[in-house]
């Protein structure tokens, strides 16, 4: 098992992204955004210039948190728009070695009908396509279909051949279960232990529902059930990557994100890693680097 973090929460530009992984005695990240946009669509010259920060620093990119079919898009979009940012991230990722990208199965309609049919048929597309060059997709439960609810998740898995989940611990806490009409919110127990057998990854996120509001605490200190979630997870025998999220003093895809008080987002971030290697010393799971 080895620790990971979307460090774009801890900085905007990667230089910072990288201090803070190598403070942390990491040496992986998990890029999603790099001077506020996707790793897929910075520049060719810019991306250029994050290889060979990377090269020279000794980190590493272990997975792509991409945008790919997020809650940003539609199913009604044209497909074409899904498969140019896959076109742009698999060379990417071939330069980088990176083996495992984030993906996503677009926003939920507002009817009865999601058009499951269209969805599965574009999933298993986007799916091959990173299968063939031997990269991962791992699904989050997020504000899409397959984060409606654990047995929307199981559906994409049974749909779609090769396809791999990542579980993101603090999602279920903030989003209704619509298996039942949406009525009441998950249970990120319940939705974990459902989803268990077919996680590739994980996203350690921690919150709390107060007053109508989603509050994000550091991790343990909310409804996210994490301590239960790790004790299992190397009960079970994990041995994949847990990347940390804290959406505390940093959003990225908050339009507020570049505003956000550089010191402040940096060491939130830093605290957020040492105190998720806190947890894991009292449970005596052992990290390895990144390999």
Known sequence: ???????????????????????????????????????HDISDAAFARACEQLDQSGVRINCFGSTIANWGKRIEDPFEITLEAVSRALPRMQRLGTRLIRIMSYAPRNAADQMTGERFRRLTEISR????????????????????????????????????????????????????????????WVFYRNIKDHIAYVHIKDVVRRDGRDVYTYPNEGDGRIGDVLADLKASGYDGGISIEPHMASVFHDPDAGRADAQESYATYITYGHRLMAMLDEIGWAWQRFA
Not at 28 to 37: F, Q, T, V, Y
Not at 156 to 163: M, N, Q, R
């Open 1 to 39: 098992m080895y620790l990971t973090g979307f460090a774009d929460e801890a900085a905007q530009d990667l230089a910072g992204q990288i201090k803070a992984t190598r403070e942390l005695g990491w040496n992986a990240i998990e890029s999603r955004g790099i001077d506020g946009s996707n790793i």
């Open 129 to 188: 396509r990173f299968l063939d060059a031997g990269i991962t997709p791992v699904h989050e439960n997020c504000m899409n279909f397959g984060g409606m609810s654990w047995q929307h998740s199981l559906q994409l898995i049974e749909a779609v051949p090769g396809l791999k989940l990542v579980y993101d611990t603090g999602n279920p806490v903030i989003t209704r279960d619509w298996s039942t009409g949406g009525t009441d919110y998950q249970d990120p």
